[in-house]
RNA sequence: GCUCCGGUGGUGUAGUCCGGCCAAGCAUAUCGGCCUUUCGAGCCGACGACUCGGGUCCAAAUCCCGGCCGGAGCACCA
């Protein structure tokens, strides 16, 4: 086990780390809960921070209020505290404007920055060609001026913005000079009409890495060009520069994640909620019954290299289910249920282990079952594929499937059981699973927004709100005592 | 189009910085066997990869050049 344990895989050491730790951070937005794909920022910026100690800053980035979803602030710490990431300061980054409104008058005065009014297009045209905007080439007192009407609001919407100087002449004219402040005229959930003047996400995440005292940055490479704009200001202040690491980008296929959509979905009952089965919601995977630690897992599996990937479900699944299986609870779920006359004079008794290979006292309970005379129900599926032959019929016996009815043949393999089953090796019977009695209706909701209709064992209501492993089935989270989601397979 | 990044089996990765111990490790999937009643778990075995072409070198997955393929950025989003 220890061993084990040492062969797991690692994440590579970070450079530069001090005694004192390391100070990372969680940078969502509030536009929802997070999903599947927050949680590999979130777990590999925890890993990190439980390495080296120091402090794992969540900062909501809420600098869009087009963008924000008012309950997403707490289901954001919600998720966090699910995925077992125990962060230690919470930032929120609407509370911050009079930070971002000095910094930003020191960099016009520093003549870093400037205002401007000239059309976005014109601007975007010159920055091509690496040529100037007039108000680039003002006087700070010029600018300063328009930034304090910018402030105060004394701009509509689209006519004026904020500029951080970069170099005209970069290479990449991505890079190029980036708009740091807009104006925006809808309220903010938080702020109301308080400001006007918003800082474009650049400009407020420069600011707040240096002031938070980040030493290390790690988040996709969609941010590559970005951390060159960010370094810029830090270059004008002279701060030190956070270590940064850009993993590759995961795609998520077969998957909702797309918050917009979902929101919609909600509206109009395409989904039941943030956690409907279908979803790449944490809340939707919580749901379905995964163990956080499997997602844990395979994001240090998945480790932080650079190329882009495709998350892979299959492993993913496997991971959880090395760590549910044991715990799970077996029960017979008959899908499509294939109800088969059982004309038998006599008792047969099937004690059918609940958890099949737990050592632990306590947990040995069987489900006892007495069969006569009356009804054995198994699924169509098994119907259709063994009509006319022999099985067996988990813990119960050596069956022969007839149309619409069933008859015993033995117990055990003997000369009675060999007979309908002449040109079948022995012990190669299929073992199928069954109902008789004590079943109920059940129905399970899968993710890919299909349901299955079946019966269940009364007594997996025993057990409601764990994962149950289906047998021949499936792993299925138990919410009530009629329906359950599909955990995987 | 401009700037930049990357390409290891079906999938996810280790190794690439500091060439040799890599005729390439692990996981997952698939197939087979065992556990004498799960299509689960566990154990054992099989299968299967260095994007292509040049170059450097005694030696290249690892270094260099080019092609091909993939991705990112070029927002008054984050």
């Known amino acids: 086990m220890t061993a084990a344990k040492e062969d797991e895989k690692r994440l590579p050491d970070l450079p530069n780390v001090e005694n004192s730790g390391v100070v990372m951070r969680l940078a969502p937005s509030p536009s929802g809960p997070l999903h599947i794909g927050h949680a590999r920022m979130s777990i590999l910026n925890d890993e ?46 609407s509370k911050r404007f009079d930070i971002y409104y000095d910094e930003m008058k020191k960099l016009i005065e520093m003549g870093k920055a400037y205002v401007a009014t000239t059309p976005t297009e014109e601007f975007k045209a010159k920055k091509q060609k690496g040529m100037p905007i007039k108000e680039r080439d003002e006087s700070p007192e010029e600018n300063l001026e328009r930034w304090s009407k910018m402030v105060s609001g004394e701009y509509e919407k689209g006519e004026v913005y904020a500029v951080v100087k970069t170099d005209l002449d970069h290479p990449n004219p991505a890079i190029r000079d980036f708009i740091a402040f807009r104006i925006i005229d809808i309220p903010h959930p938080l702020e109301g009409d308080k400001y006007k003047a918003y800082p474009m996400m650049n400009f407020s995440v420069a600011i707040d890495d240096h002031y938070l005292g980040l030493t290390h940055v790690i988040r996709g490479k969609d941010h590559i060009a970005n951390t060159e704009k960010q370094k810029y200001i830090f270059g004008y202040r002279n701060w030190k520069v956070p270590y940064y690491l850009h993993y590759g980008k995961v795609s998520i296929e077969h998957s ?18 943030w956690d409907d089965p279908k979803l790449g919601t944490l809340l939707a995977l919580k749901k379905r019954g995964f163990d956080p630690l499997a997602i844990r897992k395979y994001y240090v599996e998945s480790g ?26 077996r029960h017979f779920f008959v899908n499509q249920p294939v109800y088969l006359d ?52 988990k813990d119960l016996g050596y069956f022969k499937i007839e149309p619409d009815e069933i008859h015993y043949v033995g117990t055990s393999i003997n000369e009675d059981v060999q007979k309908w089953s002449p040109n079948k090796p022995l012990g190669k019977v299929p073992i199928i699973h069954w109902l008789s009695g004590n079943e109920i209706p059940f129905v399970v909701a899968k993710p890919d927004g299909t349901v299955d209709t079946g019966l269940v064992e009364k007594n997996a209501l025993n057990y409601l709100g764990t994962v149950h492993q289906f047998e021949r089935y499936g792993y299925v989270n138990v919410l009530n005592e009629k329906e359950g989601y599909f955990t995987h397979p």
């Open 256 to 273: 909702i994640l797309k918050t917009s959509l979902i929101k919609k979905g909600i509206r109009s009952g395409e989904f039941s909620g």
């Open 342 to 393: 059982f004309d038998f004079e006599g008792t047969l008794t099937a004690d059918i282990p609940l958890f099949p290979q737990s050592n632990r006292a306590g947990e040995h309970k069987n489900r006892h079952y007495t069969v006569g005379k009356g009804t054995i129900i198994i699924s169509s599926q098994d119907y259709q594929k063994f009509n006319g032959e022999l099985v067996r019929l």
């Open 48 to 93: 990190y921070f439980r390495r080296y100690g120091g402090k794992l800053i969540l900062r909501i980035e809420d600098t869009n209020p087009a963008n924000i979803e008012p309950a997403a602030y707490q289901m954001i710490q919600d998720d966090l505290k699910w995925l077992e990431v125990n962060f230690t300061d919470l930032v929120v980054q």
């Open 304 to 329: 932080i290299g650079s190329v882009d990937t495709t998350f892979s479900w299959e492993i993913f699944y496997s991971f959880n289910r090395k760590i549910i299986d044991n715990r799970s609870p």
